[in-house]
Nanobody, 127 residues
Framework: QVQLVESGGGSVQTGGSLRLSCALS????????IAWFRQAPGKEREGVAG???????VFADSVKGRFTISQDNAKNILYLQMNSLKPGDTAMYYC?????????????????????WGKGTLVTISS
């Protein structure tokens, strides 16, 4: 059974930093796209950043230069380092996984392409 468990959310002030973690278990295939999405109240879920097994990465324009994505393959953990945070970054952040790495190869992450989802971790940025 594939499980994605997010952690690291919290409340910080504008300009602060947070690092989110996503622990993956139960996935035994070598191909994947693993990504972070977020959803603010009253808004649609949007892709934030993703990385594929083929080395591809994709970032939303709104986070380029501020967020980085990395993996600890030995521990099966995906990280999202978020710097220079803004109130507009306030949202529930979700980790998601797709079998096909192509979903991390384009310009935009598509929620419909993901096969597995975590339950989310809340990030709140105060001004």
């Amino acid at each position: 059974q594939v499980q994605l468990v997010e952690s690291g959310g919290g409340s910080v002030q504008t300009g602060g930093s947070l690092r989110l973690s996503c622990a993956l278990s139960g996935y035994t295939y070598s191909d994947y796209c693993i990504a972070w999405f977020r959803q603010a109240p009253g808004k649609e879920r949007e892709g934030v950043a993703g990385t594929g097994s083929d080395g591809s990465t994709v970032f939303a324009d709104s986070v380029k230069g501020r967020f980085t994505i990395s993996q600890d393959n030995a521990k099966n953990i995906l990280y999202l380092q978020m710097n220079s945070l803004k109130p507009g970054d306030t949202a529930m952040y979700y980790c998601a996984l797709a079998w096909n790495p192509v979903y991390c190869a384009g310009d935009t992450l598509l929620a419909d392409g993901m096969d597995y989802w975590g339950k989310g971790t809340l990030v709140t940025i105060s001004s």
